[in-house]
Antibody
Framework: QIQLVQSGPEVKKPGASVKVSCKAS????????ISWVRQAPGQRPEWMGW????????KYALKLQDRFTMTTDTSTSTAYMELRSLRSDDTAVYYC??????????WGQGTLVTVSS | DIQMTQSPSSLSASVGDRVTITCRAS??????SAWYQQKPGKPPKRLMY???TLQSGVPSRFSGSGSGTEFTLTISSLQPEDFATYYC?????????FGQGTRVDVK
């Protein structure tokens, strides 16, 4: 069955960086876009961007693009997101998702990133 | 960025009730709206996109309508598993933006 399994929770200090992984299984990894969405406690989800593993095409939310990088490793069917210069308002659950329209969506379990001094 | 504004922010309903949630976009987005359901501690789940295209596996009691700037999610007969928070999303342009959510709880 299709699964996206994310790395575990992280606690970081302001100014640090975090890298979250998302390992896909059960489907052909390069055939589908991976999206990243985050959700701060009690808030609406926030779309961050997507990456196409087949050719590396990327779309970022402009407000994040100076601090945010998405990559994929097709040899391990794993997507990564890295967020730098962390601030307290980056505290959120970060989700990866396979969410192309025309097909149902699949989500990772979420990774809680806490930014605190 | 396109702002998506939902109403109401919460509602109380009983099993069997017809429930309607509205989402208003800050500009014309054609038919490019989607609806998500989220339960506590879980990721969102897409119910439909392109206003009214139901994802496979989603019960037919869920339906969507609207165009331009006003969109509606209707649950024709609320079931126990439908108590959750619902979000609209615009997929007209980037960045994709979500509404603030509508919490549906037990009356």
């Amino acid at each position: 069955q299709i699964q996206l399994v994310q790395s575990g929770p992280e606690v970081k200090k302001p100014g640090a960086s975090v890298k979250v992984s998302c390992k896909a299984s059960g489907y052909t990894f390069i055939s589908y876009t991976i999206s990243w969405v985050r959700q701060a406690p009690g808030q609406r989800p926030e779309w961050m961007g997507w990456i196409k593993p087949t050719n590396g095409d990327i779309k970022y939310a402009l407000k994040l693009q100076d601090r945010f990088t998405m990559t994929t490793d097709t040899s391990t069917s794993t997507a990564y997101m890295e967020l730098r210069s962390l601030r307290s308002d980056d505290t959120a659950v970060y989700y990866c998702a396979r969410a192309d329209y025309g097909d149902r969506d699949y989500w990772g379990q979420g990774t809680l990133v806490t930014v605190s001094s | 960025d396109i702002q998506m504004t939902q109403s109401p922010s919460s509602l109380s309903a009983s099993v069997g009730d017809r429930v309607t949630i509205t989402c208003r976009a800050s500009q014309d987005i054609g038919y490019d709206s989607a609806w998500y359901q989220q339960k506590p501690g879980k990721p969102p789940k897409r119910l439909m996109y392109a206003t009214s295209t139901l994802q496979s596996g989603v019960p037919s009691r869920f339906s969507g309508s609207g165009s331009g700037t006003e969109f509606t999610l209707t649950i024709s007969s609320l079931q126990p598993e439908d108590f959750a928070t619902y979000y609209c999303l615009q997929h007209y342009n980037y960045p994709r933006t979500f509404g603030q959510g509508t919490r549906v709880d037990v009356k």
